[in-house]
């Protein structure tokens, strides 16, 4: 994926006229947006009628689980329910031995995180084992603040809901209006191995899961160390932007930082100036939808550009719903700006530093193999 990532990077000195480009309007585009305007509006009055919990986890998984044709929306809804599943019953039995146990839970965490970026290198389907290790990590490093186990699980059963209803929403809504894709109609070559060739012959594989564990476990260890949990983001962040490459894996971070920048910035504007005012569910749904529509537009757009409207979707949710009621705290938004930026200088330098690994190199060593 890195090779595609760094291609994408444009090195035109037109920037503006760059930016154009890649903003411009397709009618593809538009259905996507107004698809993805229209899940995580049904998600704010589906969570905000029923009380479910992780309001905003649930918007934005319809940025997330939105792909650009059916089956892509279909596999990865499918599988992401799946693996979210076994993530769950993986880390409610690991907790039986870990709660209040941190001696064993962070250990615990850096083995589920290690296996995870380990499997998402030699496995053909490297988003699953990704998926499954990240949701057992994160569902660990949540321990030390619940209260009681009782708590714990109750939170984590919700958060499979939260999850598992808006992935099924955003499948349904892009079945039911996404047009048909002839690329996607077809054949593929059926894949003859679930691993990839170099799979366990290749030491990168290793190097990247530790590279990606060492920088997600420093940055967990400094917050918890100086009690600042809000910036839990940088955790996030240093398993989200690894690629195989330095250079992809910096470029993403720098899209993963404009994004949440322009969603703070959002975010920021809708509390201090909206929020006050604010007394209905239709005013709130409004304000979903616009801030929908700017991180659709830019998630729907090329390699490029579209993990920064993830983002930008990401940081504007997490910031505006803080709870059932209008909220003007403004601590939020800080913490997951600097949290983010935290992380991304970590795996910057971890990356930089530690074992590099260049484009170029993993061309010539895939070209070696075949």
Not at 33 to 57: D, E, F, K
Not at 118 to 139: E, K, N, T
Not at 254 to 269: D, E, S, W
Request: aromatic share 12%; glycine share 8%; proline share 4%.
């Amino acid at each position: 994926m890195s090779e595609t990532f760094v291609e994408a990077r444009s090195l035109d000195s037109d920037w503006l006229g760059w930016l154009k480009r890649e903003l411009a309007p397709t009618h593809l585009r538009e259905i996507r947006t107004a698809i993805m305007i229209g899940g995580a509006v049904l998600c704010v009055i589906i969570s905000m009628t029923l009380q479910v919990p992780q309001l905003a986890t649930s918007a934005y998984m319809v940025f997330f689980a939105s792909k650009e044709n059916k089956l892509l929306t279909k596999i990865t809804g499918i599988g992401g329910i799946f693996v979210l599943t076994i993530g769950i019953g993986v880390t409610l039995l690991l907790y039986k031995f870990t709660f209040g146990h941190p001696e064993l839970r962070i250990p615990g965490m850096a083995i589920a995180l290690f296996l995870g970026m380990w499997l998402s290198r030699i496995l053909v389907l490297g988003p699953i084992g990704f998926l499954l290790g990240f949701v057992i990590a994160v569902s660990q490093s949540v321990g030390e603040a619940a209260p009681s186990p009782e708590y714990l699980v109750r939170q984590l059963l919700w958060l499979w809901v939260a999850l598992t209803y808006a992935i099924t929403l955003t499948v349904v809504l892009n079945v039911l209006f996404l047009p048909d894709s002839q690329k996607a109609a077809a054949p593929r070559p059926k894949a003859k191995s679930l691993f990839v060739p170099d799979a366990f012959t290749n030491p990168a594989h290793v190097h990247f899961a530790l590279k990606v564990t060492f920088a997600a476990m420093f940055c967990y260890i400094i917050y918890e160390a100086i009690d600042w949990t809000g910036i839990h983001t940088a955790f996030i962040t240093c398993t989200f932007i690894a690629l195989e490459s330095t250079g992809a894996t910096l470029y993403k971070g720098t899209l993963r930082f404009v994004g949440c920048v322009i969603g703070g910035a959002l975010a920021l504007f809708t509390i201090v100036f909206l929020m006050p005012h604010m007394e209905t569910i239709a005013s709130l749904v409004v304000v979903v939808a616009f801030g929908s529509a700017i991180a659709g537009w830019v998630a729907t757009g090329s390699e490029r550009i579209s993990y920064a409207g993830l983002q930008i979707a990401f940081a504007f949710f997490y910031s505006v719903f803080q709870g059932y009621a209008p909220d003007t705290d403004l601590d939020n938004v800080r913490d997951r700006v600097v949290g983010i930026l935290f992380g991304l200088v970590v795996t910057g330098l971890v990356f930089q530093y530690i074992w590099p690994e260049r484009a170029a190199d993993r061309i010539k060593n895939s070209k070696d193999v075949s």
